[in-house]
């Protein structure tokens, strides 16, 4: 990005904004970076704005060869509308040449809390998460029609049983026995969450660092790179997978499952099984982010973090017999 912020949000917002000041929020993500960028001027929405920007490098180009940019422009563009209170305000999208995109988007710290995905989320909040999903699965059920977005389906399938072995080495023994028994069983894992009855179109990436509570105590999510068309319990099995500490996944999963139920007005038991074969997501996808270079102890902490609550939850829902 060589546009000058200033320049880049008067194409946005209109010559009468001044940017007064911004800075980085969070640490760079694996495919886009964000800043906040303080406003002043007649054409300011707010004091402040949220301006995320593609990543450099090497993760840039795998950004547009997986479609990530792509699935979360046509988020804003083409299901903003839908989504309304449960998505950030999409002030403008600017296209770059090259694939990539900016976003400007509504400031949620000014008027929600961050949760912190290293911290892992309190039942309360995953509670307030998992009824939001059945929001959003069931706002967006037109679009998980096939031909009706171009986002990818069944997300687990895409990812090489070679390429998701080639993490088991950076394990410690006990996990690596507990994810390859699960790669030992994934054609008939793979086949179980393909057959499913609850398709809807999926966040795809529900983790605590993806959503923002309310005051009210409801949650608004963000990040919608990882769109997909796949069993609903995949949502699901992500959020307690990657966000509850393994010490309270157990009641976190009856909690969720039963939020979800109830809001959806679902069958327990169904939503139960849908999370138990939507876990494959996870127990797979983890495989590949401790192949990813790590550059700092926080991050290395959140890989460890996210090894321990994915094996647990494995154990709970694919090696329980």
Known sequence: MTTPLPDLLRTVLGPGVDVVGHERVGRPGVFSETVRAHLRGSAAPAPTVIVKHPANGA??????????????????????????????????????????????????????????????????????????????????????????????????TAIPLEAARAGLVALEREDRRRFGAVLDRRAELLEAFVEADDIVLCHGDPRADNLAVTDGGSVRFFDFQQLAVQRAGADLAWLVGTSVRADDLDEAIRLVVEAYARAAGMAVSHVSASLRRGAVLPATAVLLLVQREITDERSAAMVRASVERIARLADLTLLDG
């Open 59 to 156: 993760n840039h180009t795998a950004a547009l060869d997986s479609g990530a940019y792509r699935r979360e422009a046509l988020a804003y563009r083409e299901l903003g509308p839908t989504l309304g209170d449960l998505a950030p305000d999409c002030l403008g999208v600017i296209d770059h040449a090259d694939g990539g995109h900016t976003f400007v988007l509504e400031d949620l710290a000014a008027t929600c809390t961050l949760p912190d995905q290293l911290d892992g989320l309190g039942l309360e909040v995953v509670v307030a998460a998992a009824t939001g999903l059945a929001d959003w699965h069931s706002r967006l059920a037109p679009w998980a029609t096939p031909g009706t977005l171009d986002v990818r389906r069944n997300t687990p």
